[in-house]
């Protein structure tokens, strides 16, 4: 029997595009059968606020309800439904505890689920993954 596939993603943005980018490149992992790990850093871990709203970033902020209903209109989720999916389909969710402490994010503040986790614990599931990919 083959060994099931890991894959690792870095998310260190909290923009609606490397939000809808992680969702989308982990579902699709996960939907393959493929183990997959989620590490939100720096402004990324807003991704995992209770009630995250990401916007496109700079100027194209002003964009980011359009794109949503285009997005819709091919028939890709929003990002609440694709974090949910995620969940459902087993994605490990886990929040950088250094930057959770220099940014004043407690564990309360994230949704269920996410785990909180160093670097050097995220790096030794990336190591083991035969792919990483940063989005950042």
Avoid: W
Wanted: glycine residues 12%; proline residues 1%.
């Amino acid at each position: 029997m083959a060994e099931t596939k890991k894959f690792s993603i870095v998310v260190s943005e909290g923009s609606f595009d490397k939000a809808m980018m992680s969702m989308m490149m982990g579902n699709t992992a996960a939907s393959m059968g493929i183990d997959t790990h989620i590490y939100f850093t720096f402004f990324g871990l807003n991704l995992l606020k209770k009630g995250a709203k990401p916007k496109m970033p700079g100027m194209y902020r002003l964009f980011t309800g359009m794109m949503v209903k285009k997005m819709k209109g091919i028939g890709i989720e929003g990002y609440q439904e694709q974090l949910a999916m995620a969940k459902d389909l087993g994605i490990h969710l886990y929040a950088c505890g250094t930057s959770m402490e220099m940014m004043g994010v407690k564990k309360e503040d994230l949704i269920d689920g996410v785990t909180v986790l160093g670097a050097a614990a995220f790096l030794n599931v990336g190591m083991d993954s035969e792919m990483q990919l940063f989005i950042g």
